[in-house]
């Protein structure tokens, strides 16, 4: 005989904690989303987008257009949410150099028979200065943003200064990346990566593609630094270099709305896609 189910009260049933499924719910694209926004490299990159949008609307419209003052305005406030966003990113780039240079000296008590050895003080090294180059990137961005939001206005030469430090420690990041992902699609090219079945060649060109979004943004990246450059080493070369400030503006705003849109996707590519289970 089957027994009544007795309730033990509201109360119970409503703050009594439920069983904990086993199997880990799939996440759908509005999960990544919230997932992403929520740290600090996401909420970031929210306020990049932006910056990015208004910027894109104030360069399209003239300087005596009814909107032209609107869309500076929005834009500052967007460099504004940014600055207060740069403690959390920077104590996280900070800690992030700390363990890279802790594991640097622990890699050095790793023993001789171990026949990567070399390899793993290498990128021990590597991670450290790559890390490094990331806390001047952000210190640099975090003095654009206060100029940008009016918070704290630095000189021309200054702030021409810092604009390369932060365009050139990005293009170093993005540059030992490139060179990264070529490492990958070259592992993924080996014998030893070869898929064994249909499931697993659809995994692995699904990381080939992860790995070029990856080189588009970083070529996109590179470009930039190039342009911000090329009038010093023009310079000193003695060698005149014609661009007006309106073209050379709008075609960085260009090249660096790619970059942003390619950082995002290949994050979301990377979590819907290459690390969702393989369907069998």
Wanted: charged content about 20%; aromatic content about 12%; hydrophobic content about 45%.
């Amino acid at each position: 005989m089957t027994q009544p189910t007795t309730s033990a009260g509201f109360f119970h049933d409503l703050f009594s904690p439920l069983p904990v499924p086993r199997e880990e719910k799939r996440k759908d694209p509005l999960d990544h989303v919230a997932k992403y926004t929520g740290t600090t490299d996401g909420a970031w990159d929210v306020f990049r987008v932006g910056n990015h949008f208004f910027s894109i609307l104030e360069s399209c419209v003239s300087p005596v257009h009814p909107f032209a003052d609107l869309f500076g305005r929005m834009k500052r406030v967007f460099d504004s949410a940014g600055v207060a966003l740069s403690i959390p990113q920077l104590i996280s780039n900070v800690n992030s150099l700390r363990r890279s240079v802790i594991n640097f000296f622990i890699s050095q008590d790793l023993p001789y028979s171990d026949a990567l050895r070399n390899r793993k003080i290498a990128q021990a090294a590597k991670a450290g200065f790559v890390d490094s180059i990331n806390l001047t990137n952000t210190v640099a961005q975090i003095a654009l943003f206060l100029d940008s939001a009016k918070v704290f206005l630095f000189d021309a030469v200054y702030l021409q200064i810092i604009d390369g430090v932060y365009t050139i420690t990005g293009a170093v990041s993005d540059g030992m990346e490139l060179v990264g992902e070529y490492f990958k699609l070259k592992q993924y090219q080996s014998l030893d990566s070869q898929p064994r079945n249909q499931t697993e060649a659809a995994k692995l060109e699904e990381k080939k593609t992860l790995a070029w979004i990856n080189i588009a943004k970083d070529v996109a990246s590179l470009a930039v630094a190039a342009i911000a450059i090329a009038p010093l080493i023009a310079s000193l070369l003695g060698v005149s270099f014609v661009a007006t400030t309106y073209i050379t503006s709008t075609v960085v705003l260009g090249i660096s709305t790619f970059w942003l849109t390619a950082k995002i996707s290949g994050y979301f590519y990377n979590k819907v896609i290459v690390e969702a289970p393989a369907s069998t």
